[in-house]
Every structure is written in structure tokens, then in C-alpha cells.
């Protein structure tokens, strides 16, 4: 994935200091900058990282989320409530968690934005779908502590890339990751759903597609 200092990413806005106050090296990002764990900081080393801070968004009553400037929108849906994260790793990121009648069981599901600054005019500029999913692997298997990482999907579906892997790991055990991606005015957005394999069934398979296919960047 493209790093800090490749020239094609801006990251002069962040420190490059972790929750603990340690030196870290510079994560990978979406497609970019950071794609992986692209739904709220998730106890990984190496993130990009500084203050959170609330980013401008509109809520609307049927449960869309929606940039001030209008350049991105999604539908988390009443069930899901604002989980913010500790530290922000991205120019803006917004999460939701499940909070609904099933929320014992369906365990940190969660469906987040987030937005980079970029210098590349489009995905395809970059890497190819399949490029950029290997890219992801190599990623979260360098990170300590995974066990395994698997690409279940990469598909080019303009403008976007979507990207489906599972990440095995020692701490956290087995998260399924969907993440829906593209770039539009050189900024690159992100969109990620994220669960636990062992409470993924059919209806949280229900949920994610629905709100993947709510995503929408720009006049789209």
C-alpha cells in the first residue's frame, strides 16, 4: 500500500505518536493510506494517529450519515448508535455500532467512514482490485499477533473497489471485514463493516449488504 512519503498522500496533519505516547511506525492506509481496521481504531500498532475530534456530519431520521460537504453518505440504520473512536487515524472518520434487539449476540458489528486527502485521481491509478487486496494482506499480516489472514473477495465495481477478508488474530480472534472503497476529488473514501466471524449469520450477512450498497461518494 502506498506509505507516508510516497508523494501521493497528505500526512503532514499527523503525529506519528501512539495511545501509549510510543514512536510508531506509519500504518498502511485504505486502498492508500489505511484501509485496514478502517471501521475505528482497533487496538492495532502502528496507526496513524492524533486526538479524535468529532468530524461535521448530518444524521438523518431514517438513520443515513451523511458528510457536511456532501461528499460521502451511508445508512447504519436506527439499530446503530455513534461509537466514536479513542484516537482519530484518519482526516475524518465517523463509526456505528450495532445497538439493536440483537445486540448480545452480534458482538463489535460495526460500519464506519472514513476520508484521506490524496493525490491520485482514482483506484485504478493506483493498483488493480486485486493489487490492492494482496497489498491488505501483506498489511495486517505483518501487524504482531495475527494468525492468519485470508481474501475472501476483491471486485471492481466503478467507481468503487470492494474487498471481503477475514483477519485471525491471537487477542481478538476472527473478524470478517467488508470494506467498500473509492476516490473522488482526490480524497479517498472508505467504507467498512466489521463483525466477528462466529456471530456472522445470515441476517448480519443481510445487514452488511445492505448498508455497503447504501454508500454513496459525491453527486452519485
Not at 150 to 170: G, I, N, T
Amino acid at each position: 500500500l502506498l506509505r507516508a512519503g510516497d508523494g501521493n498522500i497528505d500526512t503532514s496533519r499527523y503525529s506519528r505518536v501512539s495511545a501509549r505516547g510510543h514512536v510508531v511506525s506509519r500504518r498502511v492506509v485504505a486502498a492508500g493510506i489505511a484501509l485496514t481496521g478502517a471501521a475505528g481504531a482497533d487496538g492495532g500498532g502502528g496507526m496513524i494517529a492524533r486526538a479524535a475530534s468529532a468530524p461535521s456530519v448530518i444524521v438523518a431520521d431514517d438513520g443515513s450519515v451523511s458528510a457536511a460537504d456532501g461528499s460521502w453518505s451511508y445508512i447504519p440504520g436506527t439499530d446503530f448508535a455513534p461509537s466514536p473512536p479513542l484516537l482519530k487515524t484518519h482526516a475524518e472518520e465517523v463509526t456505528y455500532k450495532y445497538s439493536g434487539p440483537r445486540a448480545s449476540d452480534w458482538k463489535y458489528f460495526k460500519a464506519g467512514v472514513t476520508a484521506d486527502p490524496t493525490r491520485i485521481d482514482s483506484l485504478r491509478e493506483f493498483d488493480t482490485v486485486e493489487g490492492v487486496g494482496d497489498r491488505v494482506v501483506k498489511a495486517e499480516m505483518a501487524k504482531g499477533g495475527i494468525l492468519d489472514v485470508s481474501l475472501e473477495e476483491a471486485v471492481d465495481e466503478p467507481p468503487f473497489y470492494r474487498l471481503r477478508y477475514v483477519v485471525d488474530s491471537a487477542e481478538r480472534g476472527k473478524k470478517r471485514y467488508v470494506s467498500r472503497f473509492a476516490i473522488s476529488g482526490r480524497k479517498l473514501t472508505v467504507l467498512t463493516c466489521e463483525a466477528y466471524v462466529r456471530y456472522w449469520d445470515e441476517e448480519v450477512e443481510k445487514e452488511v449488504g445492505r448498508i455497503i450498497n447504501s454508500f454513496r461518494i459525491g453527486q452519485q
